[in-house]
């Protein structure tokens, strides 16, 4: 059995973060392990109270996943500050840990910073360098950038960006881009552009999305799947997780992590 190891913050309500990647994992077949930068107190209406977890504890959870449960795939969220950002660069960076899928946690749906500037500065410079791929979605990919996404060009020239910064691959999210299309295009970028679709879900269910897709993508990269392959399976399950949402909670609903993907979702083409 494959390990993967997740880097983010707890969510109480069990719809993103630590819970939504773990329950991934699982779904995918891998053994989950976890290094926690921050808890939340939330649940399906907001975020009512948070702290972040010390450097020293967040680096020592990392070390001690890594000196005995070694990762074959990494992915990590939410990462509160700069200091915690450093800390992970260097853990990174100094086991060598392999299928680095970076969700650079930037930008709620709003449009709200959810970091401070100064720790967005440090994902672009010291972590985008490290991973294998990023997942940023319209608004994050607008902060790296400076691209406001309106279209699929617009997606293929911060995808080139993305890629000079130093990542090996870039998965660019399109369901931020309320374009008024029936269908959501992804652009994933790695020396050869493949274009997902797949219709757009009128939901609110949809707390996690980001969380569960990184994750996904980590798992299937654990267990020895190419890049897009691992994209594509990610996207399957998502959506349909999403779909079949078990409709919890006063406001952004959870997704179905007991979902299986479906392949008659998604197309995708290549150039």
């Known amino acids: 059995m494959q390990v993967a190891l997740t880097i983010a913050g707890s969510d109480s309500g069990g719809g993103a973060g630590i819970q939504a990647d773990l329950k991934t994992f699982h779904q995918f077949g891998v053994f989950g392990t976890s ?3 921050a808890v939340t107190a939330q649940n399906t209406i907001g975020v009512t109270q948070w702290q972040a977890i010390p450097t020293d504890l967040v680096r020592a959870q990392i070390d001690a996943v890594a000196s005995d449960l070694r990762p074959a795939a990494v992915k990590s969220g939410m990462l509160a500050n700069l200091a915690i950002v450093m800390t992970v660069a260097a ?8 299928n680095y899928v970076l969700d650079p946690v ?28 990023i997942t940023p979605n319209a608004h994050e990919t607008a902060v790296i950038t400076g691209i406001t996404l309106r279209g699929e060009a617009d997606m293929r020239r911060a995808a ?11 998965l660019i999210k399109g369901g931020h881009l309320d374009d008024g299309e029936a269908r959501i295009t992804d652009l ?10 797949h219709s757009r879900i009128r939901t609110t269910s949809t707390h996690g999305t980001g969380c569960t897709l990184s994750a996904a993508i980590a798992a ?16 399957d399950f998502v959506h349909a997780a999403i779909e079949t949402a078990p409709a919890l909670g006063a406001g952004h609903g959870p997704l179905n992590h007991f979902a299986r993907d479906s392949s008659a979702t998604k197309a995708r083409t290549s150039d």
């Open 91 to 98: 853990a990174v960076h100094d086991h060598a840990l392999p």
């Open 160 to 170: 080139e960006v993305i890629l000079r910064l130093g990542a090996k691959a870039v």
């Open 220 to 235: 299937a990269l654990a267990k020895g799947a190419g890049p897009v392959d691992a994209v594509a399976s990610a996207i």
């Open 106 to 133: 930037m930008v709620a749906t709003s449009g709200d910073l959810l970091i401070e500037r100064e720790a967005m500065s440090a994902i672009r410079d010291h972590l985008i360098p490290l991973a294998a791929l």
């Open 35 to 37: 290094a926690i930068t």
């Open 188 to 197: 994933f970028h790695d020396g050869e552009v493949t274009v997902f679709s």
